[in-house]
């Protein structure tokens, strides 16, 4: 269970990213938005998992390695705008958040599913 600074960190760096992201022109790459959809941050606050919704895009893997080789760049952001907040800028590792192609998916399948009543 997350303790209330750790959820309070975690809304923080989720805030701070989103703002780095618009900043940076990260919101929409080749044609897909992107979204900071939660944030978990470690006990030690040492790491941070940073879920990402990649929303109309064919390679989602692709545009995740672009934002993994600016994971640098966007610690070192983060660091500046949370320097007071905190006293180590937690690592970040970022992953594919799915939940949204998931919905859309069991959408789908429902649809069928109704079609298929009717006949």
């Known amino acids: 269970m997350e303790s209330k600074r750790q959820k309070q960190v975690a809304r ?4 701070e990213i989103s703002k780095i992201f ?3 022109g990260l919101t929409v790459i080749q044609g897909a938005m ?7 941050v470690t ?5 941070a998992r ?3 919704s990649i929303f109309n895009a064919k390679d989602k893997e ?4 672009l934002i993994e080789a600016q994971n640098k760049e966007i610690r070192y952001e983060l660091g500046n705008a949370m320097r007071h907040q905190l006293r180590r800028i937690p690592e970040l590792v970022f ?7 998931q919905v859309y998916r069991m959408d789908e399948i429902f649809k069928d599913l109704k079609k298929g009543d009717k006949k």
Request: glycine content about 0%.
């Open 12 to 15: 923080e760096i989720q805030k």
């Open 22 to 24: 618009q900043k940076k």
């Open 34 to 40: 992107l979204t900071v959809t939660q944030v978990y």
């Open 43 to 47: 006990p030690d606050l040492l790491q």
């Open 50 to 52: 940073i879920y990402i």
């Open 62 to 65: 692709a545009i995740l390695a």
């Open 95 to 101: 992953f594919l958040d799915d939940s949204l192609d």
